[in-house]
Structures are given as C-alpha cells and as structure tokens.
C-alpha cells in the first residue's frame, strides 16, 4: 500500500442520470453531513461551480442537487496535462419528516455547496423543566 | 555450497493477487485506511499551455486563499497547502465524511523558463490558477523567409 505512488482520486462518474440535452460527462460530488441539536449540513465539492451555476430542486422528499462547471480553458490553450475533466455535478438525497423543509438554505463559497437542512420543531430536543413541587 | 535463502511470504506469486483482491475488494468502500488510498489527499492538477503562457490549474475547493502555498525554484513550480475539516473535533456528529482533508503538496517541473516577477495566481470558485509568462526565449519566434 504505502510504496504506491500518490494518486489522484478520480471524481466518481455517475452512471446513468437520465437524459441531459447537454453532453458531458456527469459526476457524483463528495459530501460531508453533521448533525448538530437544530440542524443537519450539507457540504458537497463541487470545484469549479459558480453559485449562478447551482440548482437545487425539492420533490417530495426528494432532494437534488445539481452543479454545471463552466469550461474552464480557452481554445488557445493545449494540454500538457489533463487530470480533472469538468461537466456537471449531481447528486440526489432523500429527505425524511424530521427535516423542516421549507427553510433549507444553500449557500456556494470557494466551490463548495452548503445546504442547512432546519430540523423540524417537533424533532428538536427540548428541556423539560422539573418543578419543584 | 548451499547457502540459506531466506523464504520470503511477500514475494510468492500467490500472496501478490490476494493482496491486490483484497484491496480491489475495499478500492470502493469509504473507509479510512483501507484499499489503496489511505485517505490522502491528492488535488487534480491541469496543466496547459498557450503560445506566451504556461496555465497551471488546480482543484482546491473550499480552501483559504491564505492556507495556499505557491512558490518557483528553479524551474520547479511547488503547491502546497491545508485543507481544514469543520469540526474536527466533533467528528462524531458526523453522518457522512466523504471529502478530503489535509495537507498536500505537488511540484511541477516546468521545463522551461519563466519570468518569476510577473507570475499571477487567482483562486474562484475553488478552482486555483497559476499563469506563467514564458521568458522571451522560449516564446516561439517567427523567421520570415526571404526571397
């Protein structure tokens, strides 16, 4: 294992996502998610996105993400190494009951997409106070 | 006449597959120090060139400008830098770690010169870009035929 040299981990290509109108090769972004008492986040990479260029789209406890990455050389430039290809970023997620999902919120910084997915009311712990009695 | 030869299990040509197998077995599994990749993190690299440029690019999201390191010595263009995990110390809390996280450094010979004092390097959208003027002599030089 440790005499290999260091490699570049592919981004996963996704198989099949439907039909798309545009060409391109489609890739699965990798994600983080934590819990905290009021929340879950949502951290994907999605090098290369611009926040313009992300859409996030609610169905029925169906979650999608998706993320286009403008091309990113001009047709000047030639190649004398190519390790990343750039096409489209998408990823879907299943949301359940415990999710209040009329205030999940998204930001984009530095390429990586943040979703805050509220925890409902009724999820969230309470302190029940003890009377004294 | 005979001397000892040391037996070694590693180098049997039945351990190396089942060695390989295991690994092929976990290569998809995300867990940390297992299959081939130990976790570490290796950033994807571009590198493209225009006819006065040398175009260095680099996929670095969710990164501080400050944590980034570019330096040139002699032809060798070095990257280095961080990447933090939110917190760390809670890990814990988490669900799902998929993305990478710590140091990393990749040199690049360059193979040629570059004039060093006018190097620009941006980073958007988590995407770093290095353009490096070639120096005057190895720009390709027109040489007109005369009659």
């Keep these: 294992m440790s005499d290999k040299e260091l490699q570049v981990r592919d981004k996963r290509e996704l198989e099949s996502a439907g039909e798309r109108t545009k060409p391109g090769p489609v890739f699965i972004p990798a994600v983080d998610i934590f819990e905290s008492e009021a929340e879950i986040t949502l951290l994907a990479d999605m090098p290369g996105v611009a926040s313009e260029n992300v859409s996030i789209d609610l169905h029925e406890n169906q979650l999608t993400v998706s993320g286009e990455v403008e091309q990113l050389t001009s047709e000047k430039e030639e190649y004398l190494l190519q390790e990343f290809e750039t096409g489209i970023f998408h990823r879907q997620f299943t949301l359940s009951d415990r999710i209040d999902q009329s205030s999940i919120t998204a930001t984009v910084k530095d390429g990586v997409l943040r979703l805050v997915l509220p925890k409902a009311e009724k999820v969230k712990p309470r302190k029940i106070e003890v009377k004294a009695g | ?147």
């Design chain 2, 1 to 147: 006449m005979f001397e000892m030869v040391p037996w070694r299990r590693y180098r049997t040509p039945l351990a190396q597959p089942r060695k390989d197998l295991f690994n092929w077995f976990l290569e998809d599994c995300d867990l940390p120090g297992f299959g081939t990749d130990e976790r570490e993190w290796v950033p994807a690299f571009d590198v493209s060139e225009t006819e006065g440029e040398i175009i260095v690019k680099a996929e670095l999201s969710g990164m501080k400008v400050e944590d980034i390191d570019i330096t040139l010595t002699d032809g060798l263009l070095t990257v280095k830098g961080e990447r933090k995990m939110e917190n760390e110390d809670k890990r814990e809390n988490y669900h799902r770690i998929e993305r990478r996280f710590g140091s990393f450094s990749r040199s690049l010979n360059l193979g040629l010169k570059v004039k060093a004092d006018s190097i620009d390097a941006g980073y958007k959208d988590g995407i770093l870009t290095v353009i490096l003027p070639k120096a005057e002599e190895n720009k390709p030089k027109k040489i007109e035929v005369k009659h």
